[in-house]
């Protein structure tokens, strides 16, 4: 396991020999311990926890890691729950879906079915994080190096973060969101509110641009804008002729050539509606543009979840073993941590009644995990797999890792055959040939490695449960449709009544017919929905 | 940063920014500029609780007629005591699902990675799983997740309340609604020198002689010794008849002095009692219910809504409430909950014994000025004259004295052609008084209103 520099500690090992070698980590010789840790049991007041913050500090950045500022805030369970039910942000619009999530979790809480998220951490500068009351010393521990320095050096560090989202706008505009949803609810009736924002939620995967930087979240330009666009609109809307201006601003705009320019098609649907649906009142456009915005903030964390739950996930890991290597914990709380630390790593195996899915912490943590022992000790299988960071500083190997990858990338990058084998993972196949049984392609051996690998990483690529949809043309002519494409790809079809639902929702916002196409690489129509 | 404006800092009121270099475990890294770390702990636990709130209500508004529905059949399900508690609620997951497009698992080819392979090898195959029976192999799990035929959560007392009257729009029960119960009641108030031999108190009464004496001796000695002083003063007093009448004042003083009473008529000390108005605490209320024939399910049910709306009402008042069921055709008996509505009965209607015997019941176990005694009674109005007419009388000569308020509520047959008064609401124009009244009743809206009337007038009474 450890290899060679086991050897060599094995004659200075203070302690007796141990029957098994350890997988944990054992106490490390060159770290000066502290003579008593610096909070023993399971109560905590504030201070307790600072103390706790600038010893995670200090070994973060002794092992380089970059954060954010941190600002915890300390709150009761109820409002975890509130908290959960707003995806994590402490101010949101309202909308029944919140309540519903609300609804279930606080049942699911109070029945003991469900616990409660053990940290939300918010991607802002400075980031927050929230640390629950009814947690034990160890938990808040363990939560401040998950969230205060593992998801936050993440979101400082990943290039889709970087690249996406603005730290520190979202909490303005979204308080300016619910504001001006609260304002439409109030003018012009909640129902007419909500039926748009089902719609817009409905359609919320199709509200991101997907390789364009978004522009910066600005509360102040949002404001100034939208005053300018609602008092133009206002002055000049006649719901009779509203098309008819769209029509000249068409024409103004392709000048002297007659037929229909060229176009392009186009993913961002929620953009697209906002800015050519032909009846859109103002305010339903301003809401439109809300739901997009948001979903386009959401948009990198969706495409992370194992980086940045792995990351995260190790770092706590990692960390809290520091804190035990220099004597600030002692052995009651390490045991605490890793029964939740066991419980969140848990990957119950496919055919167990736990199963839901693949935990991305597990699969997550393992990677990193990995990442680290193939830098430490490679074996000549790393070597031959992972020649670029065997043997390297794993510090450097786990930020690069951090750095430039999102879900299928690192997969396709970092998912070694030892982790394959440890959550024993194998591939099956679902095909028309043969629609009663599963086939099992691949499986956790030497030949089966790059291929379970590389479905894995597709599985996680955005397409793969998230059929795509592209706009491919709209303003026809005559009948005003709105013509939606997806591209079937290895057959797989749009199931229909969900095409349909979500076809009718297109329609409510774009109020004209609205076709959805099934188009096969070649561009052949496969099949065809309309409203 | 636009944060709550009730930031709330540490406990420590200089751990904001400068914590960082003063707690730092490590000396040789204390001296460091903080880059990393702690901005603050903001304490948020006493901010008001408030959005989830908004959104729990938005979702309560969106699914209204569902969750009523369910709301009405744990309604049906409680017994008038447990109404007013909150409760789980299980409404059908139709509607409620948000939908996303996604794509039919039957078409085309996938090929998907699962975890905790242990027996196969490539070519192996599993027999797929059939539609509906979860996704691939997540095999048979019916318990897992929340099913998509019905959504259960959890909702607020007040919450189930506004849906379980619901049209009233109007559920914040207040106090003040009601008019003050109250009742005279004997308290202690110190001493008094008169009263009844029974509560004479001897000790005090032999401490005010003690006191009365020692006051009498010592001003009766001073005045003797003043006496004496101007006897003895050589030449104060020179006249001997002058002289003798003062030896004989001193020697009449000195034997008073000796014979003073042992007790007086003003040593005696009485307890004393004064009465002082207190707020009544113990209550009871007696549903009186025709259960004949012509009493169907929505009558009846219309009656339980007014019976635990009045018992939620009298709960909030007096915190505990003793209910008691009584129903009546031609003879009347007590019951317990479940027979009270669920027990059908047939046969005709006097109402006179079911009045009869919550006298009796109150006589026997709800005398006395601590009891405040609600009777509820509700019927359709089917009753003979002569019956009408002796029941009348007989609630308002007996009945009514004992009781704090008698309502009543008229729910006549809502497929009566004629718009006419029932006979038992005829038969009661003969009662008047505060403690009483009436309304009738058609549907459930009407309970909230009617409710509320007969309790305004009962405080402008």
Known sequence: ?531 | MSQAPTQTSLETPDATGSAVATLGPDPDTAGDPPILGLLRIVDRRSDPPGRGAVNRERFIRRFKDDIKRAADEEFGKRSIKDVGRGGRISIPGRGLAEPRLVHDDDSGSRDFVLPGNREYLPGDSVSRPRRGEGDGAQGDDPGSGEGSDSFAFALSREEFLALFFDDLELPNLERTRFGEMSMERMRRGGYSREGLPTNLLPGMTVRMGIARRIALRGALAAHVLELEQKLDTPGAVTDEDERARLRDEITRLRERREKLPFLEDVDRRYRSRVPTTAPATRAVMLCLMDVSGSMDERKKDLAKRFFALLYLFLERKYGHVDVIFVRHTETAEEVDEERFFHDPQTGGTLVQPALELAYRIIQDRFAGPDWNVYVAQASDGDCTSDDGRKSAAYLAQELLPLVRYFAYIDIPSSSGWFNRASDLWQSYDAVQGPAFARRTVNDRSDIWPVFRELFARKQAA
């Open chain 1, 1 to 531: 396991m450890m290899g060679s520099v086991d050897d060599t500690l094995e004659k200075q090992r203070p302690w007796p020999k141990l029957l098994a070698k350890p997988s944990v980590p054992m106490p490390r010789l060159d770290v000066v311990r502290r003579s008593e840790p610096i909070a023993t049991g399971t109560e905590w007041t504030l201070g307790t926890l600072e103390k706790f913050d600038h010893a995670i500090a200090a070994h973060a950045r002794r092992m380089g890691l970059d954060t954010y500022p941190i600002q915890y805030e300390m709150i009761t369970a109820s409002q975890m729950l509130d908290l959960c039910s707003t995806v994590g942000m402490p101010v949101h619009y309202s909308h029944w879906s919140f309540g519903k999530s609300l609804l279930s979790q606080e049942h699911g809480y109070k029945k003991g079915m469900t616990g409660l998220a053990y940290e939300i951490v918010i991607n802002t500068s400075p980031a927050i994080a929230y640390l629950m009351e009814t947690n034990t010393l160890a938990l808040q521990v363990l939560v401040m190096a998950h969230a205060g320095y593992g998801h936050n050096a993440f979101f400082k560090s990943n290039y889709l973060f970087r690249q996406f989202t603005q730290a520190d706008a979202i909490l303005d505009y979204l308080q300016f969101a619910r504001t001006f949803v609260a304002d439409c609810e109030e003018q012009y009736g909640w129902r007419e509110v909500e039926s748009v924002l089902d719609c817009c939620h409905a359609l919320a995967p199709y509200g991101v641009d997907r390789y364009r930087r978004p522009q910066r979240l600005s509360v102040k330009r949002e404001r100034a804008r939208l005053n300018e666009r609602m008092r133009f609109a206002e002055k000049h809307y006649n719901a009779d002729f509203a098309h008819l201006h769209m029509d000249e601003q068409d024409g103004a705009e392709g000048g002297e050539a007659d037929a229909l320019p060229p176009f392009d098609p186009q993913e961002n649907l929620l953009y697209f509606i906002e800015k050519h649906a032909p009846k859109l009142q103002p305010w339903q456009r301003e809401l439109v543009r809300i739901v997009r915005k948001v979903s386009q903030y959401f948009y990198p964390q969706r495409l992370t979840k194992v980086a940045n739950e792995g990351a995260a996930t190790f770092w706590h890991y990692t960390l809290l073993n520091e804190l035990y290597d220099a004597g600030e914990v002692d052995d009651g709380f390490m045991l605490e941590w890793l029964g939740n630390h066991g419980d969140v790593v848990a990957q119950p195996a496919f055919d167990s009644r736990r199963f839901s899915g693949l935990n991305p912490y597990a699969l997550g943590f393992s990677i990193f995990r990995d990442i680290r022992r193939i830098c430490e000790s490679p074996t000549d299988e790393d070597r031959e797999w992972f020649p670029s960071i065997a043997g390297t500083p794993w510090q450097e190997a786990i930020k690069f890792a951090m750095t430039n990858f999102k879900d299928d990338s690192l997969i396709e990058q970092y998912l070694s055959p030892k982790v394959m084998r440890d959550m024993r993972l194998f591939m099956m196949h679902d095909g028309d040939e043969d629609r009663d049984h599963y086939h099992i392609r691949a499986i956790h051996n030497e030949s089966g490695y790059t291929q379970v690998r590389q479905t894995l990483a597709a599985q996680y690529r955005g397409e793969s449960y998230i059929p795509t949809l592209v706009v491919a043309r709209s303003n026809d002519e005559a009948e005003r449709a709105l013509l939606l494409q997806h591209r079937v790809e290895s057959g797989r079809m749009l199931d229909t009544q969900s095409a349909e639902t979500v076809l009718g929702y297109v329609k409510k916002l774009w109020k004209f017919d609205v076709v959805l196409e099934e188009i096969d690489s070649e561009g052949r129509r496969l099949k065809i929905h309309r409203t």
